[in-house]
């Protein structure tokens, strides 16, 4: 394999992981809101997390485009203001991942809260537990599960992510060409199925060890949140 | 002191109750479905009533008029559910020490474990108790938040009768450390051994409130209460522990002795004595096997529909209920103003109808 | 110095070569990113930073050259392509005129060519049909694909029959044979204009120089691709 | 008939049992943790113990030896679980018909829906309940499995008194109707009440086991029953309901009288006297309240730790208990072969403590 | 809007629509394996379904065209014994979002599945209940909300998707011209901007409608399961 694939895998590995641990913490709190929350707009935010899921992955990736190049709103002002660039840069490429990921680290994490039972919340309330103590101490250990799932599902759709991500930071190979695009790149010339192929194992190879991990692990937390000794 | 005027309505049930708990220990006596549970959960924040004004120690934690709602965590109330709601993730020692986590004061959980026999439960999980042990963790729970107020909803039906009889004692001493307790039973054992103050639920309604003596002793109050479970709670005092195992008491009609009671002479006792198990005598019994003979005058006799009738003995400035049948009742021409000697046996007195004075 | 090319993604067997054939020549280096000419031609828009675009289509180099995002001067047309009917496995060669009986030649199986909305390929293949008289014929067969390589693909796969490709893009392939070219006058010169963007470096203007030199051109001639 | 003989060891906790629960009420008594639950469980289905076998009526439900472990779904018990777990998605009307539902049986549901006066409640759904009522749904969901063995863990500890006094007669109907059934309770009032068998669990072991007549009557059983909940079983036969509302009993030393008790003339029962309420005169003793006087002779006289004495009165073939004060015994000179008269008060023995026979 | 942009809504949301119903019973019973199930190959069956978030969509809809495409092992029996063909139909457009939307349909209802108490279907079971009655008239009440959201994600990515699509049934306007196909079409031509544009407000129109539908009804639902009146 060439130096640039082994780089494709690298940076996939990496781009999966930071969109994965940095959309964590948005998304435990969007879920709650959506889960929870009894404002106005919650629709809106449900409608607006939903969008990467419903739109084909391009026009995600010319909106990103339109919103965080250098020409666009928000990149101007990330750029001017805090010297962050994002469109046709790696971290473009998280921010593209973890856009698409979204909706389904939301889902995951917003099924596990509302399976809470709100009556241990309760008792925590009582038990002087401000609702941000309730939340960290009791509904945040029992939706751990949830959390991993949707965790292993944004890191799984972030491997697996092309369409956004091309058309955001384009496919420069050691620099935004993630295992997709590369495998792409492969696709497109005679003969190069073979590499591709080797390419999709890889990447299947990485997810599914990350699948693994994540069920392993799930299932120790699952036990204890089950209230059983492990 | 706790106040509590609430109005609320779910579907067909209505609830309208105003009562106030002095310090001490307030049973919530009523049958199931009564509303007891609601009440509760009203004064913790966990209900919100359509109307009414909830006070603790001149807290106002609930005002419908003004708006008041103080949210449930800066109540400080320690609420013993009626299911036990043990945080499942947490093992026992952590549940116990949730309180103490979340406000960061330091509490020591020895008293507490050993108290109520979980010194070797702390490693477990919830999942993995008994009914009674997940019981007595919730208990301990809710004991070491250092509550304002305690909220224990039939805290001990899951509890063998030994078991209730340790940590009886224990809820007593937090009653005398002037934490105002509600306290919801249908045991009237419990409530007449604990309670200072009892108020009685039908359907949503309160039917009778007062200072516990009063109202156990008050034939009027029996239906209310149930039958079988009536008795009154007289003063008394240890007057001195004898050789073979009796505990001599000093009430104001006399003597009695009891099976060995823990307390230093001098010591002050609520003991409650079931109606039914008092026997009435004209003249004074002889050869019996029953050591309490106490002479009083009868100063009220209540028949009701059934073949029973209820008896208050006055003895000096205490009162006796003594069930009967209305047939001796007739037989021995029991009613106001007659004397008789009332007989107790001193088994019948058990150790969860005496309570700390 | 270090230059990034954007590239419609038919030029990649071939171009690939001559980067590196210039790389060796230079000690400069070009990364190369490929992709549709439509998407890249509005990442440019959006400011990508590129030195050098060589389109597929000549429509998105006249966006960006009205757009004012090249730099003056240095756009030229640096190849040419033709465009051949192509069949799964072995096939006789045919004349393609109006004549040819493709819808026999079909037998009830798909013609496969690029989106002809939007795919360059596609629009030459359609254009190209038209003229002849055949589209009336074949439209029924038609299997549009997301990019000509996906054509290629469903013909080498005998997922389709017949499949309408560039020149250049059925060399190589092992599935796939040629049945013969379209005529030079049934569709538009089929051109593929280079350029430097406006805040292309030197050495981009030295590296679409260098596409017309004899070595690259040979390189692309050995792809199946036309030089000027 | 079931047999159980279990072993099953969890974390530091084992359980070794064995047992044979006949036709009738099998209690399963014990402190909380004592294992009740978990041989429940076994007989279920729902624990599978490391080792151990398990009949009912002929039909091995599970065999270690043999790896016979039918399913739950086969077994056909009616668990009411400690816990209610009524299922939250479905009203109570239609957690009654569950059972009903799966089986393709066509329930009467009506019966039980009156004695346990589900009535107003068949339209709401679990979470909308008392703990009381959940508790009520469970016992009938349970029932109407119409199921070959019932199970029933602590099912009346959230009830009170009177509620209990009305389900009572009917779990009683159900053992008469030859269905098995394994009881577990903290009360003795209930075990005295309803069990033909008694099974005394203690730390995982079975400490004490055989007919509910002969261990409640034992003295020597009474430590691992509780002492305050010790009393003995009689036999009795309806001789007449009187005037005054009370009922004449029938027994073999001679008649008693208790408050209306429902029944025909003639019918079997079994009434417990807790031994707290026997009186014991060595003369006849005359103008008390107490009705009931019945002359036998001392069997047996148990005397502990502790100040008091367990006296065992042969009264024809059947034993009563007496619990009295060591003073007492030795003021009256109670040993065995001495002539002695027992008092009952007819409201002590309360209705809870009779059974159908 | 022309015609055949009418067209490409109503195949979209008819394909949309059958991917979600017709891989339902699928998903809930896989969810409820990988959920509950102890067998071997558990973790072969879970990679497997996480396989399409993994994989760059053109590879899984090039797997797709291997394996059910006119030369494919499956297409062929599927031609030739039943006279199904699914490449370059709309019914295979069908199969395509299916598997694409499956892996997130599965893990919605899994967790749901998880969050289920064991002790439930245990007392099911006491009262008579075989497993698969315990499963039909406990778990699958229980776990409606998580089948609601598992449907209406499936719904939104099939509403979105593209790369899998387009490379197992091609773009035939009419018969597998989806929302996204024509969308993409329409973003490849110089000016095409504005036609892409409102192609996309269509879109998401529908699966917000979708969206807001499926959280109404999972509130009702959910009020139900967890026990209270409605
Ligand atoms: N959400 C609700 N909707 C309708 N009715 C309700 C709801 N919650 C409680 N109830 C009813 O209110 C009444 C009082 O309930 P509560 O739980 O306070 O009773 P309780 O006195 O605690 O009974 P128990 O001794 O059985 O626990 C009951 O009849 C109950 O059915
Ligand atoms: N999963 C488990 N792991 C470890 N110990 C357990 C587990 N389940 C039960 N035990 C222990 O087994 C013992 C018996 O439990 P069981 O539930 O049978 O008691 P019980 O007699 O029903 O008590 P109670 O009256 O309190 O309900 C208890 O000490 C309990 O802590
Ligand atoms: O080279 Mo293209 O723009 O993919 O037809
Ligand atoms: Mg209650
Ligand atoms: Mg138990």
């Known amino acids: 394999m060439t130096d640039a694939a082994w780089q494709a895998v690298w940076l996939s590995v990496q781009v999966s992981f930071w969109a994965t641990v940095l959309s964590l913490p948005v998304g435990i709190w969007v879920a709650h809101l959506l889960a929870r929350g009894r404002f106005f707009g919650r629709q809106v935010l449900n409608g607006l997390v939903h969008l990467p899921l419903i739109l084909p992955p391009v026009v995600t990736g010319y909106l990103l485009l339109l919103a965080f190049g250098r020409q666009g709103p928000v990149g101007r002002v990330l750029d001017e203001w805090f010297g962050i660039v994002l469109a046709f840069r790696w971290t473009g490429a998280v921010l593209a991942a973890a856009v698409m990921a979204f909706p389904l680290m939301v889902r995951a994490i917003r099924l596990a809260i509302e399976a809470v039972d709100p009556k241990l919340e309760a008792a925590a309330a009582t038990l002087g537990a401000s609702r941000w103590q309730v939340f960290a101490t009791v509904t945040l250990p029992l939706i751990a599960p949830g959390i991993i799932a949707g965790a292993v599902l944004a890191f799984a759709k972030a491997m697996g992510e092309f369409g956004a991500t091309i058309t955001f930071v384009a496919n420069i190979p050691g620099q935004t060409q993630t295992l997709p695009s590369a495998i792409y790149a492969f696709l497109q010339v005679p003969g190069g199925d073979g590499a591709a192929f080797r390419l999709v194992v890889i990447s299947v190879a990485v997810a599914m060890g990350a699948l693994v991990a994540s069920e392993v692990l799930a299932r120790r937390v699952h036990a204890r949140v089950a209230g059983r000794d492990a | ?357 | ?228």
Request: hydrophobic share 50%.
């Open chain 2, 1 to 357: 002191m706790l106040e509590v005027r609430v109005t609320h309505r779910f579907g067909g049930f209505s609830l309208d109750v105003a009562f106030t708990a002095p310090a001490g220990v307030t049973a919530l006596f009523g049958r199931s479905g009564s509303g007891k549970t609601s009440v509760v959960e009203a004064v913790a924040g966990l209900l919100r009533p359509d109307a009414g004004r909830i006070v603790s120690g001149g807290r106002v934690l609930y005002d419908s008029a003004s708006g008041v709602d103080v949210p449930v965590h800066r109540r400080v109330v320690g609420y013993v559910f009626q299911d036990a709601r043990l945080f499942p993730h947490l093992t026992v020692a952590e549940n116990l020490a949730y309180a103490g986590r979340v406000t960061g004061r330091r509490v020591d959980m020895a008293p507490v474990v050993a108290m109520l026999g979980l010194g070797a439960l702390l490693a477990r999980r919830p999942g993995a108790l008994s009914g009674g042990e997940a019981q007595r963790v919730a208990i301990g729970r809710a004991l070491l938040a250092e509550p304002a107020v305690l909220l224990m909803d039939e805290p001990l039906a899951a509890l063998d009768e030994a078991r209730k009889a340790e940590i009886l004692p224990y809820v007593e001493r937090l009653r005398d450390a002037a934490v105002p307790i509600l306290y919801v039973s249908h045991s009237l054992a419990e409530v007449a051994r604990l309670a200072t103050t009892i108020v009685v639920l039908e359907a949503g309604r309160v039917v009778r409130a007062g200072a516990a003596a009063e109202v156990l002793a008050d034939p009027a109050a029996v239906p209310a209460l149930g039958l079988r479970e009536a008795g009154a709670v007289i003063g008394a005092r240890i007057a001195g522990h004898e050789a073979d195992g009796l505990t001599r008491l000093e009430t104001v009609a006399g003597p009695i002795w009891l099976p060995r009671i823990a307390g230093e002479v001098g010591a002050a006792l609520r003991v409650r004595i079931a109606a039914q198990d008092v026997i009435l005598s004209r003249g004074r019994p002889e050869g019996l096997s029953a050591l309490n003979i106490l002479p009083g005058v009868v100063s009220a006799v209540r028949t009701g529909e059934g073949p029973g009738a209820l008896v208050q003995i006055a003895l000096g400035g205490e009162f006796l209920l003594a069930r009967v049948t209305r047939r001796s009742a007739t037989a021995l021409g029991l009613e106001a103003g007659v004397e008789v000697h009332a007989i107790l046996k001193s088994v019948a007195v058990a150790q969860v109808d005496i309570g700390a004075g």
């Open chain 3, 1 to 228: 110095e270090e230059i990034t090319v954007f590239a419609a993604s038919s030029l990649k067997t071939a171009l690939d070569l001559v980067a590196a054939d210039w790389q060796a020549e230079t000690g400069n280096v070009a990364v190369l990113s490929y992709d549709g000419s439509a998407k890249l031609a509005k990442q440019i828009e959006q400011g990508a930073p590129v030195d050098v675009f060589i389109s597929a289509a000549a429509d998105w180099m006249d966006v960006l050259e009205a757009g004012g995002l090249l730099a003056g001067g240095t756009r030229r047309d640096v190849l040419g392509n033709g465009l051949v009917l192509v069949a799964h496995g072995a096939a006789e060669p045919a004349e393609v005129g109006p004549e040819l009986d493709l819808a026999a030649m079909l037998g009830g199986g798909k013609l496969a060519m690029g989106m002809i909305a939007s795919v360059p390929a596609g629009q030459y293949g359609h254009e190209a049909l038209v003229s002849l008289g055949l589209w009336d014929s074949v439209a029924g067969s038609v299997v549009e694909t997301e990019n000509v390589r996906a054509a290629v693909k469903l013909v080498g796969l005998g997922e389709a029959a017949l499949g309408i490709v560039f020149a250049s893009d059925a060399v190589g392939e092992a599935e796939i044979s040629v049945v013969g070219a379209f005529p030079e006058g049934s569709h538009a010169r089929i051109v593929y204009p280079a350029a430097v963007t406006v805040q292309g470096k030197a050495a981009g203007r030295a590296f679409v120089d260098y596409l017309s030199s004899p070595a690259a051109q040979a390189r692309f001639r050995a792809q199946g691709f036309r030089v000027p």
